[in-house]
């Protein structure tokens, strides 16, 4: 009896240690990236958005087209520019209607010798030209310096070896990046050293985004990957694999790369070697 007991204990125990080592959850360290990727996008309606999980200022500033900063003013956030989900965002300054203007009291003036007054109306309008064109002068100047500056003194680098099948144009709805064609798993760098602001999938048409922050005034991106390798916050050095290229949310397999320079897509190829 006493050996029937003891083999029934031993069934029990083998059952149980069978039961225990099934279905046993893979640690986090073993699971890519793009595993716990959203499949959530970030729609930006009437110039206002509602943080939802997972977003950063970063990410809806670069949907919105915007210097992050603005809209960190604009809603009164501090660096590190930390928000919360149902946290409503203002991504504009409002229009204000111009007021209807009044009409003017007639005021009686003594009589102006003609030719004095017509001197005086020539001389006016000969000066309103010569102001406009200095200033559009001075700010196209402005423009270009800053252009053509290496960028805050940014060391710019190619991120992935390919075919240039697309170029960036300055067409309102035209492309604002570069298409680097390749295979699927191409190694995607850094194109220069900075910081991971975002690395997601909820931009509508980026596909498996990765954002890098190089300065205050300068981000670039590296859209449609098949797998991203870094996370946000994480540091990066110029040339450090972060990506494999891929064609997610595309037609294609190849890189689109972008340069933002406050907010507002440059052409890469001023910035490239």
Request: charged share 25%; hydrophobic share 35%.
């Amino acid at each position: 009896m006493q050996a029937v007991n003891m083999f029934i204990i031993l069934l029990l125990i083998v059952f149980i240690a069978g039961c225990s080592s099934t279905h046993k959850p893979a640690p986090v360290t073993s699971l890519t990236y793009a595993d716990s990727l959203s499949s959530r996008k970030i729609i930006i309606k009437n110039n206002r958005y509602t943080v939802q999980k997972g977003d950063t200022l970063f990410a809806i500033a670069f949907t919105a087209n915007r210097d992050v900063r603005t809209i960190a003013a604009l809603n009164n956030i501090k660096p590190p520019y930390t928000i919360f989900p149902g946290q409503k965002l203002v991504l504009a300054k409002p229009k204000t209607r111009n007021k209807k203007s009044t009409p003017s009291k007639v005021v009686k003036t003594k009589a102006i010798d003609k030719k004095q007054k017509n001197n005086n109306l020539v001389k006016k309008d000969l000066a309103k030209p010569k102001q406009r064109e200095y200033v559009q002068k001075q700010a196209t100047q402005k423009v270009n310096t800053a252009a053509s500056k290496k960028n805050g003194k940014i060391d710019w680098q190619w991120p992935a070896q390919g075919q240039i099948t697309k170029r960036f144009s300055n067409k309102e709805q035209g492309y604002k990046g570069l298409q680097i064609k390749n295979k699927l798993g191409t190694s995607v760098s850094a194109a220069a050293a900075g910081t991971v602001v975002y690395a997601g999938s909820a931009l509508r048409g980026y596909g498996n985004l990765i954002i890098l922050k190089h300065s205050d005034d300068y981000l670039s991106a590296y859209a449609h990957n098949d797998r991203l390798l870094v996370r946000e916050q994480q540091k990066v050095k110029a040339g450090q694999k972060i990506a494999e290229m891929g064609n997610t949310d595309a037609t294609q397999t190849a890189l689109r790369f972008e340069i933002r320079f406050k907010g507002q897509a440059v052409n890469p190829k001023k910035y490239l070697p």
